[in-house]
């Protein structure tokens, strides 16, 4: 059985929890890693993130692929859906949503490697796919490829 300690200053799992009001006040936690000296990849996907068009307040619907390879630490998983959840009601271009999403992850982990990808659906006929990383990615590490698939409307 993991050791419970590393679980001990994590606010948010195992209760409920209120979908933060914006980005910047949504709380990202982590845990130790606890196969820190093993390189390997974590991948979440998101593939109903939404958030609002700064100008028309309508909704923007994005696809999202998020791949790191960790050092010391690991993103809490109910955290980050929490973090995602927060842009539903938040105004902003899908390159702003995006790269802040990314940092975020970034200044919390402390990853070796990271990579998000944005495959926003269609804005007035033309998707707007934004992409993050860190560098390349260490050689021993195996990293799929994020292969979303195409949708109607894209060539």
Known sequence: MADKTIYQDLTQLGGTSK????????VLERVPNPHKDVDYAVRF???EFTSLCPLTGQPDFAHLVLDYIPG????E???L???LTSFRNHGDFHEACT???????LETTEAKWLRLGGYWYPRGGIPIDIFYQTG?????V????QDVPGYRGRG
């Open 19 to 26: 979908i933060p009001v914006s980005p910047d006040e949504a």
């Open 136 to 140: 390349e990615p260490p050689e021993n």
């Open 72 to 75: 010391d630490w690991l993103v």
């Open 77 to 79: 998983s109910k955290s």
């Open 142 to 145: 195996w990293v799929p490829p």
């Open 45 to 47: 996907t998101a593939p």
């Open 99 to 105: 790269i802040t999403i990314a940092r975020r992850l």
């Open 81 to 83: 859906k929490l973090f």
